[in-house]
């Protein structure tokens, strides 16, 4: 099973050094303007010390810098905060750029819950191309699929019957779970000639989650996160006149992306959506292709 990323360090040191800022300067700069006032005060009724700070204005100056530039970061934060949501609607067919930013690291890991994972594999097929001529600075990959157990009958994907009602179709989730069959095999054998050139270990897995193929959700590198809906009412026919099927079109669902980079709240919705798919995927079973190997 691929490794994971230290759910605990994910903040890194810069996310701590965020929190103790936010702790200590608001006080900070209320006794700096504390200090101003009083000294400010004290000089017009006191001469002595009014005649003393003539010859230090220099003081008072400096305090009001510090002072002015304290506010000025805050307010540049505020404006920052405003100006970039944390949230923002991109449409599957972007997923090649956020693919190709997540392997500008050392390590890359995508983790993926979905239906096929079509449109997500097409981008990783080609990125992990590129790797075999160049590797840039990534130096480890894990990427890891979660898809539904195409084994059990369901209701999404499924024939649609009278009155438009779901009819379980043996034959079409065959369809679907050779289809993930094809991705896993074509990415996990990418994923061993890259390991064995010795430049990169990639690893590629896929598992299965029981349900109906609802949420979008594409992880990378544990610190931005993609959401969507599928539009599970989406029809469509095999053959011209042939029998209408429910079949959810990954390609057009747009995601709401969420990164650590943003607010505290956005934040907190990336690790509650990490932790949502390790969960998933500890409880996930092993795709039937990957057993009978085993075997």
Same mark, same amino acid.
């Not at 002015?68 to 949230?87: I, M, N």
């Not at 995508?110 to 997500?120: A, D, K, N, Q, S």
């Not at 079409?172 to 094809?182: G, P, V």
């Given at each position: 099973?691929?490794?994971?990323?230290?759910?605990?360090?994910?903040?890194?040191?810069?996310?701590?050094?965020?929190?103790?800022?936010?702790?200590?300067?608001?006080?900070?700069?209320?006794?700096?303007?504390?200090?101003?006032?009083?000294?400010?005060?004290?000089?017009?009724? $006191?001469? =002595?010390? +009014?005649?003393?700070?003539? &010859?230090? %204005? !220099?003081?008072?100056?400096? @305090?009001?810098?510090?002072?002015? *530039?304290?506010?000025?970061?805050?307010?540049?934060?505020?404006?920052?905060?405003?100006?970039?949501?944390?949230?923002?609607?991109?449409?599957?067919?972007?997923?090649?750029?956020?693919?190709?930013?997540?392997?500008?690291?050392?390590?890359?890991?995508?983790?993926?819950?979905?239906?096929?994972?079509?449109?997500?594999?097409?981008?990783?097929?080609?990125?992990?191309?590129?790797?075999?001529?160049?590797?840039?600075?990534?130096?480890?990959?894990?990427?890891?699929?979660?898809?539904?157990?195409?084994?059990?009958?369901?209701?999404?994907?499924?024939? $649609?019957? =009278?009155? +438009?009602?779901?009819?379980? &179709?043996? %034959? !079409?989730?065959?369809?679907? @779970?050779?289809?993930?069959?094809? *991705?896993?095999?074509?990415?996990?054998?990418?994923?061993?000639?890259?390991?064995?050139?010795?430049?990169?270990?990639?690893?590629?897995?896929?598992?299965?989650?029981?349900?109906?193929?609802?949420?979008?959700?594409?992880?990378?590198?544990?610190?931005?996160?993609?959401?969507?809906?599928?539009?599970?009412?989406?029809?469509?026919?095999?053959?011209?006149?042939?029998?209408?099927?429910?079949?959810?079109?990954?390609?057009?669902?747009?995601?709401?992306?969420?990164?650590?980079?943003?607010?505290?709240?956005?934040?907190?919705?990336?690790?509650?959506?990490?932790?949502?798919?390790?969960?998933?995927?500890?409880?996930?079973?092993?795709?039937?292709?990957?057993?009978?190997?085993?075997?």
């Amino acid at each position: 099973m691929p490794e994971r990323g230290n759910r605990a360090g994910d903040g890194g040191v810069g996310q701590r050094l965020r929190r103790y800022q936010e702790r200590f300067e608001p006080a900070l700069t209320r006794s700096l303007l504390a200090v101003v006032f009083v000294t400010g005060l004290t000089a017009q009724f $006191v001469q =002595p010390v +009014g005649d003393a700070l003539e &010859d230090k %204005a !220099f003081l008072g100056g400096a @305090l009001l810098s510090l002072v002015g *530039y304290v506010l000025y970061d805050s307010v540049k934060e505020l404006s920052s905060s405003v100006r970039l949501p944390t949230r923002s609607l991109v449409a599957s067919s972007e997923l090649g750029d956020f693919v190709s930013e997540a392997f500008q690291a050392r390590k890359v890991e995508i983790g993926f819950l979905g239906y096929t994972g079509e449109t997500l594999y097409h981008a990783l097929y080609h990125r992990l191309e590129a790797l075999f001529d160049n590797p840039g600075p990534t130096r480890e990959v894990s990427v890891r699929m979660l898809v539904p157990d195409f084994e059990q009958p369901m209701t999404v994907p499924a024939r $649609v019957g =009278p009155e +438009g009602r779901p009819v379980d &179709d043996p %034959a !079409f989730r065959e369809r679907m @779970l050779r289809r993930c069959e094809e *991705y896993d095999g074509i990415l996990s054998d990418l994923a061993t000639r890259l390991t064995g050139t010795g430049r990169v270990v990639v690893r590629c897995e896929y598992r299965l989650y029981p349900g109906i193929p609802r949420d979008k959700i594409c992880i990378f590198n544990r610190v931005q996160v993609l959401h969507g809906l599928y539009d599970v009412s989406a029809r469509m026919r095999l053959q011209h006149r042939g029998p209408e099927y429910y079949d959810p079109k990954g390609y057009r669902t747009d995601l709401n992306v969420w990164s650590r980079e943003g607010t505290a709240a956005a934040e907190a919705a990336v690790a509650t959506w990490i932790k949502h798919f390790d969960d998933l995927w500890d409880l996930a079973t092993e795709p039937p292709w990957q057993r009978s190997a085993a075997a």
